[in-house]
């Protein structure tokens, strides 16, 4: 039994795979790696996060002391002539003489109102605020590579519907051609047939046009030489196990604009303390031991040797800077409830985007699912129409019209794929699973 044209193509787009011809298959998984070692953006974000990283020591803090050591070294040569009062002169030429010094200095702020350990908490908090960045940027950009993949999934399948369109065409302008010659069709039908053929032919045009740049897109994600040719392997599925619940609660627990706000009332707390110890005396304490030598050539000593040993408490009591302390604790407990309303805000605008996601994702599940019977349906319509305008029972008008049917059916099909796809891609995103579900 002869298999149509058209029902081939039925059952490739149900499963939306590509041949991979002659260029090189890239991978799914292949193009996340790709990107996950040479995006640009990820790698950025990783520096950022180390600085914040080795930012993180007590020292930063200002909780160990600091310590310096000095040294000098100098010579003096000199000529003296000194007149008594009896008259007689007495002379010295080339009297040298040196002198050098060394010594160590510390300087430790023993209390400042718990000041330093305000700073080294508020370090800890920067230190995951720039983890959680990494990992939003990571999770951003894995998210686009996959929506870029399957993009050119989609635009693939749209290719290929339009080339067995352009197949049908090309049958139909020969058959028109044929019966002209033969004298069995007038020529307006060629004109119409040779009409339909080109317009055809420029949609593909356009299509391989869409297709080339997706491609460069996507290299470019991946920081690669944009003008890489290749086809993408895997097909659209949709996952089965979503439910709205699950994703919202996870959404709410890992999604990393909400891990960023929450870290950010963290760092706004504690740059709160850092203020509030201003308000209290800061004492600090200092030594230092130096050595110094001295030599010279003339006078009633040839050398001096001296050591000194010098160690100290002091402090500083705020008394009144012109109430510009208060002022600036008052503005730092409003800066921590801004952050505090801008967390609530992002906890808002997650839940809204989980919404609308799970909307979408069911809505062209379904439509996926319609639009599939649909195209079975004008598959067979083609299918028939094809047999029909062969043996002259319908016209060229009818036919182009199952062709038509067929293109917007196909192409239906592939959006509502690709479409629930998004939503599902977004709703992995927004719960930061999407490193770990794709």
Known sequence: MRTSLSHILFAALLCLAIPAGAQTVLSLKDAVEIGLANNYSILLSRQ??????????????????????????????????????????????????????????????????????????????????????????????????????????????????????????????????????????????VLSSRVDYNTDTTALLKQEEELRNTRIHLNRLLARDVNTDFVAGDSITLQTSLEYGATLQRALEANPDIALAEISIQVATATLKEIRAEQWPVVRASTDFALGRSLQDQGAWSSNNTRSFNYGLSASIPLFDGSNLRRRIRNAQISRESVELEHRETVLSVETQVALAFNAYERNRMLYEVESENLSVAGENLDAAMERYRVGAISAVQLRDAQRSYLSASNRVVEAAFNAKVAEITLLQLSGAIALEM
């Open 48 to 189: 950022d996060e180390q600085i914040a990283r080795n930012n993180v020591t007590p020292g930063n803090a200002g909780m160990l002391p600091t310590v310096a050591a000095s040294g000098s070294a100098s010579r003096d040569i000199s000529s003296n002539r000194m007149e008594m009062a009896d008259g007689s002169v007495s002379r010295s030429a080339n009297d040298a003489s040196a002198r050098y010094s060394a010594g160590l200095a510390l300087d430790w702020t023993v209390f400042d109102g718990l000041g330093m350990f305000a700073t080294y908490e508020k370090l800890q908090e920067l230190a995951l605020m720039g983890e959680a960045a990494s990992r939003r940027t990571i999770q951003n950009t894995i998210a686009s590579i996959i929506t870029t993949y399957f993009d050119i999934v989609r635009q693939q399948d749209e290719l290929e519907i339009m080339q067995s369109i352009l197949r049908v065409s090309r049958l139909r302008l020969t058959n028109a051609r044929d019966r002209y010659e033969a004298g069995v069709a007038a020529r307006l039908e």
